[in-house]
C-alpha cells in the first residue's frame, strides 16, 4: 500500500517557477515507476515527466527543457521543478506511482495557475 501527497501548487507569474513535491508513505519500497501529470479544465489528464528506480526519465515534448523530475530516495520524495512557466500549464498537477505488483497509485492534486 502506497499514499501520495502533492504539494507546491499556486499562482505564478508567466516566465516564472516551481517546485512540486510528492510524498510517498506505505511499502514504498515496492514502487519502480514514478510520474507526474496534469489535467486542465476540458483536457484529458496528461503524461508529463516519469522516472524509474534506476534514475531513467522521460518527458513530454510539451515540457521537455523547461520541466525536471527528480528522486530523493533518502525523503521517499519526487520533484518537478517547473521553469519558464506559461499560461498553458495552468492545471491540477498529479503524481502516480506504480508498484512490482502493477498497481497505481495517484496523489490528490495541486493546483498550478500561470498569469500572463
Known amino acids: 500500500q502506497v499514499q501520495l501527497v502533492e504539494s507546491g501548487g499556486g499562482l505564478v507569474q508567466a516566465g516564472g517557477s516551481l517546485r512540486l513535491s510528492c510524498a510517498a508513505s506505505?511499502?514504498?519500497?515496492?514502487?519502480?515507476?514514478m510520474a507526474w501529470y496534469r489535467q486542465g479544465p476540458e483536457k484529458q489528464r496528461e503524461l508529463l515527466a516519469a522516472i524509474t528506480n534506476g534514475g531513467s526519465t522521460n518527458y513530454a515534448d510539451s515540457v521537455k527543457g523547461r520541466f525536471t523530475i527528480s528522486r530523493d530516495n533518502a525523503k521517499n520524495t519526487v520533484y518537478l521543478q517547473m521553469n519558464s512557466l506559461k499560461p498553458e500549464d495552468t492545471a491540477v498537477y498529479y503524481c502516480?506511482?506504480?508498484?512490482?505488483?502493477?498497481?497505481?497509485?495517484w496523489g490528490q492534486g495541486t493546483q498550478v495557475t500561470v498569469s500572463s
Open positions: 506505505g511499502i514504498t519500497s515496492s514502487i519502480n515507476f
Open positions: 502516480r506511482a506504480r508498484d512490482s505488483y502493477v498497481y497505481d497509485y
